[in-house]
């Protein structure tokens, strides 16, 4: 196959000199811990038609990642590979991606790619980022919490402000994440991941619907046991322990603790000033 786009030849001639992709990047990532939701009790008035497309592009920007992956390992090419062997070149293929799409903190405040050759320019791969996820656990974890919690949020802001909501939580989280690693002097270290977007939009479920419920799935062991907890306790003990992991040793972790905590502090803010702004006005959302 004849190789035209930038992606393939790059693919190609990676395959060809036998760089190493690099180490896992930093993910934010956004399951709780043997905790799971699995849908709410507050119905739709519209459409979900944003929270579905941010879906779509997270699982079509997964399948690219994937693809430029098996295309710059040769996992998929090479003849006889054990499995284990190209599972192995898989993964590095995936930390690859991270490394040329997600947000590393010297490029974003120097507004200077180092290489290799990002995607898009920095600091725009803040943006490319919350799109790229570090493997498919993290994609899958990100995409339920986002189904479960993203439709009600579009479903009061309106399409465009929860787009845009969405966005800034992401920029926001990011922020903080780059601070921090800059701070602790770990400035080449990509982060990918929805996860901190998610968390706005988590956070802005928690002001708007409180007293929802949300069914939950409590792994114990062998079992597995469902329900119903309330939206404020369930995301309230999410953040919680968010701000631990954050602050007492969960950087080594490879999580963006503090990308969630960022997001989701954007998100309560904004929501917040939202909830108080309409109800002096006396006016719809």
């Known amino acids: 196959m004849t190789c035209v786009s930038w992606s393939c030849r790059r693919a190609q001639s990676l395959a060809d000199s036998g760089i190493r992709p690099p180490d896992p990047p930093r993910k934010a990532s956004s399951v709780l811990a043997n905790v799971i939701p699995l849908k709410n009790d507050i119905p739709l008035h519209r459409v979900p038609a944003v929270t579905w497309a941010l879906l779509l592009a997270n699982v079509l920007a997964f399948g690219w990642q994937a693809w430029f992956a098996l295309r710059v390992t040769g996992a998929a090419t090479a003849p006889g590979i054990p499995f284990g062997e190209a ?17 590393i903190p010297w490029e974003v ?62 920029i926001a989280a990011a922020a903080a994440q780059t601070l921090l690693s800059l701070a602790q002097g770990d400035p080449l270290m990509p982060m990918v991941g929805a996860s901190g977007a998610i968390a706005g939009v988590m956070a ?54 503090f990308a969630h905590v960022g997001g989701f502090v954007f998100g309560w803010v904004v929501t917040k000033a939202l909830v108080l702004t309409t109800q002096r006005n006396r006016g719809p959302f």
């Open 87 to 103: 599972l192995r070149r898989f993964e590095q293929g995936i930390n690859y991606t991270a490394l040329i799409g997600g947000a």
């Open 109 to 170: 405040v120097t507004f200077r790619d180092i290489g290799p050759r990002d995607l898009v320019a920095p600091p725009f791969t803040v943006l490319t980022s919350m799109f790229l996820h570090g493997g498919l656990l993290h994609l899958l974890g990100n995409l339920l919490f986002l189904w479960v919690f993203g439709p009600n949020v579009e479903d009061v802001l309106g399409r465009l402000r929860f787009l845009g909501f969405y966005v800034a939580s992401g």
């Open 204 to 257: 802005a479920y928690m002001v708007f619907f409180p007293r929802a419920r949300v069914l939950t799935a409590i792994p114990i062991f062998f079992f597995v046991r469902i329900v119903h907890l309330p939206a404020a306790f369930f995301i309230g003990l999410w953040f919680v322990l968010q701000l631990l992991y954050a602050f007492l040793g969960g950087t080594g972790s490879g999580v963006a603790f």
